[in-house]
């Protein structure tokens, strides 16, 4: 096992690695910009190394400053968590010719799921459901409009180097899709420097469910069932939660070993994450892998047992997964505070938090680097906590949020908070009935509502 973890990362998932660290007997290092000099990661990590100013460009994503801190400090292993370099295949390579394990993929496994078309590509091959449309990049309009008049409207262009909804197009008729082809195309050009698009057919109001997996070095592979991620609005999830309220045993067992074959196609190792999109009928189709530990891994983590960030260590240091059957029990809640307005487009509201008072009592858990009189830098993103509820029901973990919503108390600043209390109140939320559009085209927030 490791002796020393560097943690090339800030904020709550730098914590929850370090927990995880310290419970295993392993020293860690974290590296700080000067924006987070008064973080709790410098502090909970046994040394801890400036590597830059304020801005990530300089600090977070600076590679040569990252990889300079593992070796003065002698780290052996580096953990990337979420964002950042997490899924840059360039920094798992660079880690590697260092003699620095990198906690996650391999660099073609990451590159071979980074680009979306040949991942499709791949899952074809291995019999994973994808949605129909393109086989592989569509280089002019006129094989486009071919595609589409076969599939039929609408249809949704997609950046190959995009992902998490940057760099798409929708298209309704024929008439639109030459002049939607090519802003796509340019538009993913200035983006990603990659032009490269490919064709979907557009599903209507799917519902995201995603299907965490492990891969170790010996080649099995596990899943750990799903989380239902259909309550965001732009991209953004704000509430995820397991089991998906649509799930039966049945499904999960069909998702799951469709799961485990996308993994299959780079054998991969690490924690990763397949999302699909499932349609009215229960039909699910690939969508795209995440080849990282994801902020909404608690909640599988407290309906499985399993702590994932363990895991990824164990199986970075060579360990094989136990391959013990499934387990899942109960039903677990993750609600995102983010220091935004919802009264104001959730625009963000950094600065200094006056009062923090976190929620407690049975089966909560707030997974957060904030604290009374803590800045909220504005540099990075607006993620302050993650409030996790479990219970034995789905019901009872709505009412058991509400009450942990209720109790949390942040000033200073704005938070979601108030949005997030509604939406615990929204008869549709309660009967499981809501899909990726929800929050945008039907639900309403009212900021004055009394409603708790
Ligand atoms: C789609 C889609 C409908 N049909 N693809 C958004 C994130 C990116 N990973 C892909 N996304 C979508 N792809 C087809 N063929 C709808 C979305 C989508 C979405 C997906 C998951 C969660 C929220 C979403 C919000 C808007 C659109």
Do not use: W
């Not at 064709?199 to 997996?213: A, C, D, S, Y």
């Not at 006056?354 to 830098?377: C, E, I, K, Q, W």
Request: glycine share 8%.
């Amino acid at each position: 096992m490791f002796k020393k973890i560097l943690i090339a990362n800030r904020g709550e998932i730098a914590l929850r690695i370090i927990r995880t660290c310290k419970e295993m007997g392993i020293k860690t290092v974290a590296v700080y910009s000067t924006a987070d000099a008064d973080s709790l990661h410098v502090r909970f990590a046994d040394e801890a190394v400036c590597i830059g100013p304020p801005p990530s460009r300089e600090s977070y994503l600076k590679i040569p400053r990252i990889l300079a801190a593992a070796e003065i400090t002698n780290a052996e292993a580096i953990h990337p968590g979420y964002g950042f370099l997490a899924e840059n295949a360039e920094f798992s390579r660079i880690c590697g010719e260092h003699n620095i394990k990198f906690i996650g993929p391999q660099p073609e496994m990451i590159s071979a799921m980074g680009d979306k078309a040949t991942a499709r590509e791949n899952m074809l091959r291995y019999g994973v459901p994808i949605i129909p449309g393109s086989d592989g990049i569509i280089k002019t309009a006129k094989e486009g409009e071919a595609v589409a008049a076969e599939i039929g409207f609408p249809v949704i262009i997609k950046a190959s180097a995009g992902g998490g909804g940057r760099g798409m197009r929708i298209v309704n008729e024929a008439s639109e899709f030459a002049s939607q082809f090519n802003a796509a195309r340019n538009e993913a050009d200035a983006a990603f420097g990659n032009p490269a698009v490919y064709i979907e057919k557009f599903l209507v109001k799917p519902r995201h469910v995603e299907i965490q997996i492990m891969g170790d070095r010996h080649g099995t592979i596990q899943h750990f069932g799903e989380r239902d991620c259909s309550m965001q609005r732009r991209h953004q999830k704000l509430i995820e939660e397991s089991p998906s309220p649509i799930m039966t045993p049945e499904l999960r067992d069909e998702m799951g070993q469709a799961a485990i074959r996308a993994a299959e196609t780079v054998h991969y190792e690490g924690a990763g994450t397949i999302e699909f999109l499932v349609d009215k009928d229960l039909n699910f189709y690939f969508m795209e892998m995440n080849t990282r530990i994801q902020v909404e891994h608690p909640v599988t983590e407290e309906v499985t047992n399993v702590d994932l960030i363990r895991l990824q260590i164990e199986v970075a240091a060579g360990l094989p997964l136990s391959r013990k059957p499934l387990k899942m029990r109960g039903h677990a809640i993750e609600c995102r505070i983010n220091a935004e307005d919802p009264q104001y487009g959730f625009r963000p509201s950094a600065g200094r938090i006056t009062t923090f008072h976190m929620p407690g009592g049975h089966s909560v858990r707030v997974d957060t680097h904030a604290y009374a009189l803590y800045n909220v830098p504005s540099n990075y993103d607006s993620m302050i906590a993650k409030l996790i509820v479990s219970a034995p029901t789905r019901n009872e973990a709505i009412s058991r949020m509400k009450r942990a919503l209720n109790e949390f108390v942040i000033e200073g600043i704005k938070t979601t908070i108030p949005y997030q209390i509604q939406i615990m109140n929204d008869p549709n939320f309660v009967n499981g009935n809501f899909d990726t559009k929800y929050l945008e085209t039907t639900f309403q927030f009212n900021p004055h509502s009394e409603s708790q």
